[in-house]
C-alpha cells in the first residue's frame, strides 16, 4: 500500500459552523451533493484555475472528486484527487496518491512494460523484415504464376477435348478412337505432375514463411502472456480498505462480477483513491462528489463543473466494498415510492388503456421489487392477456403509455411502433437557451459499455437516432421545447438535448447528462396513431403543466 502521507487534508478557507454534517455519506451512485461538498469542489476548482501549467491538459476534461472527512481531533476538511494521472505524474501536492503509482520509474510496471515493448518491437522488426517481407512475395508471386499454369493447362486440355469430340463425330477407326484416349489420359497425367511439382514448389516457400509466422506468432503469445501476467500482478496491488480495514484486492472484489475480472483502469478513478487515504489515515469520510472540468468528451456527455454520479463497470464493484462499515444514504431510486399510486387513465376502450406514467415510476418490472406501470395495469385488468405495454418511458420520464388488453392487440400495435406509424411528441425543459428556433438532430448511439446506463454518441458503432424539435418559449436562461423523436434509441431525447453536436443544452434535472434537480423536465405529452380495430385516427394528448 501507499505511504501514508499527511499534506492532503485541507480545511475550508469558509466559515462552515452553520452548514450541517451530512447525517450518512453519500450514495455515490444517485445524489445531489452536500453544501459541503459543493464548497469543497469550489476550492478546488479555485486552485485547478490557478495551474497556469495544467490549463492545456485541463482544457481537454477530466474528472474530479472531494471526500468531506472528519479528522481524529473532529476537525472537518476535505481531501481532493483525479482520475487516471495529470500532467504525467500521480503524485501532487493537493491530492491524494494513488493507491498504487504506476508510474514510479523502478516499480514492477514499468520494467514488464518495457520488457512488453520489447516484445513489441521484435514482433514489428520481424513483420517489417525484409527476409520475411520477400518471402511474402515470393510465395505470393510462385502463387499466381501456379494458378496461370494450371488455368492455361485446363484451357488446353479443354481445347484438345473439343477437337476430340470433332473428329469422333465426323467419324474414326478403333485405331483412332484408342489414339485418342491414350491422348486424353496422357494429357490428365501431365496436368497432375505439373500440379503435384507446383505444390511442392509453393510447399518450400510456404515453409518458408510459416517459419517467420510462427516465431511471430511465439512473440505474440509471450506478449499476449506477459501482459495478463502484469495486469493481475497490478490488480493484486491494489488493496482496498473498507470503512472497517478489511482489504481485498481488485482480483477479489471482481472475482463475481459478470467480467469476472477488473477493468482497465480499474482502482484509479478518484473516489477510490479518496477513500483509500482516508481510511489509511484515520479519516472519517462523511460526504462525496465528483465533478468534471474542461471540455466533454467527442462521445460521451461531461460539462464542464458538473458533479456525476461514480461510474459503474470499474467503480460499482470496488465501492460496494468500500463502503461496508459506513452508514450510507439509501438509493433513492430503490424507493417504491408508487407503490400506492393510483395511476391516471387518460383513455379506454375495450381493446386498449392510455395510461400517464407519474415520473419515478418504472414502466416494467425491474430490480429491487419496484412496482411498475406493467404491474398497475395487470391488477386493473385481471383478465387482459399478453404483456399489456406495448412501449416504455424511461424510470424519471413522465407521460402517456400505450397498452392493449389482449395478445393479438398488443402485436398489431407493436407493429405500428416497428413501422414508426405511431407518432410521439415530448415537452422538455432545457437548461440554457437553444440558439434555433426548430432544427434535426442526428448523432447515432450506442450503450456506454464501462458505464451503463449512460449512452454515447459513436459514428462507427452507434445505431441510427434522429430527433425534431421545436422551441416553445424562452425565459430566465431556460428553454421550453417540443421534441419529436423519428427513432427510439435508449437515452435518445436526453443525449440528443446535452450532447455538444445536439442541442448542448441538457434536460432540466437529468442528473447522467446534466444535473440533478427535484425530477427530469421531459414528458411524453401527445400520441397519434391508428386505432388497429376501428381505424379511428387517434390523438392522445396529456400535457406537462411545465412552465417557465
Known amino acids: 500500500m501507499t505511504k501514508p502521507e499527511t499534506h492532503c487534508i485541507h480545511f475550508f478557507k469558509h466559515k462552515i459552523d452553520d452548514i450541517p454534517l451530512p447525517s450518512a455519506f453519500t450514495y455515490p451512485f444517485h445524489y445531489t451533493p452536500h453544501p459541503l461538498t459543493r464548497l469543497a469542489a469550489e476550492e478546488v476548482q479555485e486552485y ?4 497556469a501549467d495544467w490549463q492545456e491538459e485541463l482544457r481537454h476534461g477530466k474528472m474530479f ?97 473439343a477437337l476430340r469430340e470433332k473428329r469422333r463425330a465426323e467419324g474414326v477407326d478403333e485405331t483412332e478412337q484408342q489414339a485418342m484416349i491414350k491422348e486424353s489420359q496422357f494429357q490428365k497425367a ?34 499476449k502472456q506477459r501482459s495478463a501476467r502484469l495486469q493481475r500482478q497490478l490488480f493484486e496491488q491494489f488493496r482496498m480498505l473498507d470503512a472497517n480495514g478489511e482489504a481485498k484486492d481488485l482480483c477479489e472484489i471482481f472475482k463475481d462480477t459478470p467480467q469476472g475480472t477488473p477493468p482497465a483502469g480499474a482502482g484509479e478513478c478518484a473516489l477510490p483513491k479518496l477513500l483509500q487515504y482516508a481510511y489509511l489515515n ?30 459503474k463497470s470499474k467503480c460499482e464493484p470496488i465501492l460496494k466494498h468500500m463502503l461496508i462499515g459506513l452508514e450510507v444514504e439509501k438509493n433513492p431510486l430503490a424507493e417504491d415510492i408508487h407503490r400506492n399510486t393510483r395511476l391516471e ?3 379506454e376502450d375495450e381493446w386498449l388503456v ?14 429491487n421489487d419496484l412496482d411498475s406501470v406493467s404491474q398497475h395495469l395487470h391488477r386493473l385488468y385481471p383478465d387482459a392477456t399478453g404483456p399489456m405495454i406495448v412501449h416504455r418511458l424511461d424510470m424519471a420520464t413522465s407521460g402517456l403509455i400505450l397498452a392493449a388488453k389482449d395478445k393479438d392487440i398488443h402485436q398489431r400495435l407493436q407493429a405500428l411502433f416497428e413501422t414508426r406509424e405511431i407518432k410521439k411528441r415530448y415537452t422538455a425543459i432545457l437548461e440554457g437557451s437553444v440558439e434555433e428556433d426548430e432544427g434535426i438532430i442526428r448523432l447515432p448511439l450506442c450503450p456506454d459499455l464501462s458505464d451503463r446506463p449512460r449512452q454515447i454518441v459513436n459514428y462507427e458503432y452507434g445505431k441510427p437516432a434522429v430527433t425534431l424539435y421545436r422551441v416553445v418559449k424562452r425565459a430566465n436562461g431556460e428553454t421550453l421545447v417540443s421534441f419529436f423523436p423519428q427513432t427510439g434509441r435508449t437515452h435518445q431525447l436526453r443525449v440528443h438535448a446535452a450532447h455538444t453536436e445536439g442541442v448542448h443544452c441538457p434536460i432540466k434535472g437529468d442528473e447522467l447528462y446534466g444535473k440533478k434537480a427535484d425530477r427530469l423536465y421531459l414528458h411524453a405529452a401527445e400520441l397519434d396513431f391508428i386505432h388497429p380495430v376501428t381505424g379511428k385516427k387517434m390523438h392522445i394528448v396529456k400535457e406537462s403543466g411545465f412552465s417557465l
Open 48 to 51: 485547478l484555475a490557478d495551474r
Open 65 to 161: 472528486g472531494v471526500l468531506i472527512v472528519r479528522t481524529p481531533d473532529n476537525r472537518i476538511g476535505y481531501l481532493a484527487a483525479f482520475s487516471g494521472n495529470l500532467a504525467g505524474s500521480n503524485h501532487h501536492t493537493f491530492f491524494v496518491p494513488p493507491v498504487y503509482d504506476l508510474l514510479q520509474p523502478d516499480g514492477f510496471f514499468r520494467i514488464e512494460e518495457a520488457n512488453i515493448s520489447a516484445v513489441n518491437i521484435r514482433i514489428r522488426e520481424m513483420e517489417e523484415s525484409e527476409a520475411y517481407q520477400s518471402a511474402i512475395k515470393d510465395l505470393q508471386t510462385t502463387q499466381a504464376d501456379a494458378r496461370r499454369q494450371l488455368e492455361t493447362a485446363k484451357r488446353l486440355m479443354k481445347e484438345a477435348k
Open 190 to 223: 501431365e496436368y497432375k505432375r505439373l500440379e503435384k511439382h507446383l505444390k511442392e514448389e509453393n510447399a518450400l516457400l510456404e515453409e518458408k514463411v510459416s517459419a517467420f509466422e510462427s516465431r511471430i506468432d511465439e512473440l505474440k503469445q509471450e506478449r
Open 282 to 311: 484515520g479519516l472519517q469520510p462523511l460526504a462525496m462528489g465528483e465533478f468534471w472540468w474542461g471540455m466533454s468528451p467527442k462521445e460521451e456527455i461531461r460539462h464542464h463543473g458538473y458533479f456525476y454520479p461514480s461510474c
Open 345 to 347: 387513465i387518460v383513455y
Open 354 to 367: 392510455v395510461v400517464n406514467k407519474p415520473a419515478g415510476m418504472l414502466s416494467a418490472p425491474g430490480k
